[in-house]
């Protein structure tokens, strides 16, 4: 089982994604989402990190501070909550970062 973190503005349109996300892993992932003032409180037991296109200009400084892959959710995907696209870009990320 994957732990996914997504860190987006506030945590509300991203938490719509991480349900359908998690529904879509069919098990193999376990899905949340916080904004970013709180994810550094947010990091145990998380095994990949994505930020939401909105905030990606703070990419860098959030991999400053985990100990974990993180990347950038595409925007097109991101858009149109393709949970499915995301999650497929999140597993092949975290099992090249192995």
């Given at each position: 089982m994957v732990n996914i973190l997504i860190v987006c503005n506030a945590g509300m349109s991203s938490g719509i994604l991480?349900?359908?996300m998690e529904d879509a892993s069919g098990g193999k992932a376990t899905v949340r989402a916080v904004g970013v003032s709180e994810y550094q409180d947010k990091l145990?037991?998380?095994?990949?990190i994505l930020v939401g296109p909105q905030i990606r200009f703070q990419l860098n400084e959030i991999k400053a501070n985990a100990v974990v892959p993180v990347m950038t959710i595409d925007l097109s995907k991101y858009g149109i909550m393709d949970a499915e696209g995301i999650l497929k870009d999140a597993f092949e990320f975290y099992e090249g970062e192995k």
């Open positions: 991480a349900r359908k145990e037991n998380v095994d990949i």
